[in-house]
Nanobody
Framework: QTQLVDSGGGLVQPGGSLRLSCTAS????????VGWFRQPPGKERELVSC????????YYDEAVKGRFTLSRDNAKNTVYLQMDSLKPEDTGIYYC????????????????WGQGTQVTVSS
C-alpha cells in the first residue's frame, strides 16, 4: 500500500524553526499535488500549505503565510515544509499528503498520507 513518510517534528521554543520532510517509495511526488496538514490538540485537521504538481503554484493558510515555506526537491523525491518563527499555536501533528488530478484543498481528496510527525512549540 502506497504510503508517504513524513519526519522532522520535535520540540522547539517559540521563535524557533523546524523543517519537515515528506518522501515516498513508490510515488514520484513531482507528478502529484502535495499538501501539509496539521491537527492541533482537540481540533480538526486543517490545511497548512499545498503545492500543485510540478510545484507551479503554492498555497499557504493565512496563519502561516510568511513563516512557512513549502518546497520540492525532485531529485530526492522529497517535499519539505520549512517552518520559521514558530508559535505555540503551531503545535500539532503534521501530516503530508498527496493526490492527483484537479488541485484541491480538501483533505478527503488526498488519497495518500504520511503517518504524522509531532510538532510542539513551547518554552
Amino acid at each position: 500500500q502506497t504510503q508517504l513518510v513524513d519526519s522532522g517534528g520535535g520540540l522547539v521554543q517559540p521563535g524557533g524553526s523546524l523543517r519537515l520532510s515528506c518522501t515516498a517509495s513508490d510515488l514520484t511526488l513531482e507528478n502529484y499535488f502535495v499538501g501539509w496538514f496539521r491537527q492541533p490538540p482537540g481540533k480538526e485537521r486543517e490545511l497548512v500549505s499545498c503545492s500543485k504538481s510540478g510545484g507551479r503554484d503554492t498555497y499557504y493558510d493565512e496563519a502561516v503565510k510568511g513563516r512557512f515555506t513549502l518546497s520540492r526537491d525532485n531529485a530526492k523525491n522529497t517535499v519539505y515544509l520549512q517552518m520559521d518563527s514558530l508559535k505555540p499555536e503551531d503545535t500539532g501533528i503534521y501530516y503530508c499528503a498527496a493526490g492527483w488530478g484537479t488541485w484541491t484543498f480538501r483533505a478527503g481528496d488526498y488519497p495518500y498520507w504520511g503517518q504524522g510527525t509531532q510538532v510542539t512549540v513551547s518554552s
